[in-house]
């Protein structure tokens, strides 16, 4: 009988010490954890739009090269033009 009493002890001390040990350790760590999980949430969405942006960008700088270059193209024609008249005269 003094073998029962003293496990239902032991016990009774166990699971207060567990939950002292969840109460102060455990739990701030999911708190963190969930802290974490929430900012790498954010960071992988706001990566996605700049990713998005950044795609969107490189579109419109090939279509303003493209656009350079065929200005660049009328103007050589232009002055070989130019260059062809006043030879002429």
């Known amino acids: 009988m003094e073998f029962l009493q003293i496990g239902s002890y032991l016990a009774a001390i166990l699971s207060v010490i567990?939950?002292?040990f969840v109460y102060v350790f455990v739990r701030p760590l999911n708190k963190s954890v969930d802290r974490v999980e929430a900012a790498v949430t954010k960071l992988t969405e706001e990566l996605h739009v700049s990713r998005e942006q950044q795609h969107r960008m490189e579109g419109e700088i090939r279509e303003m090269k493209y656009a350079i270059q065929?200005?660049?193209?009328?103007?050589?024609?232009?002055?070989?033009?130019?260059?062809?008249?006043?030879?002429?005269?």
């Open 70 to 89: 065929k200005a660049h193209d009328r103007i050589d024609a232009f002055l070989k033009e130019q260059a062809h008249h006043v030879g002429k005269n």
């Open 18 to 20: 567990g939950a002292a």
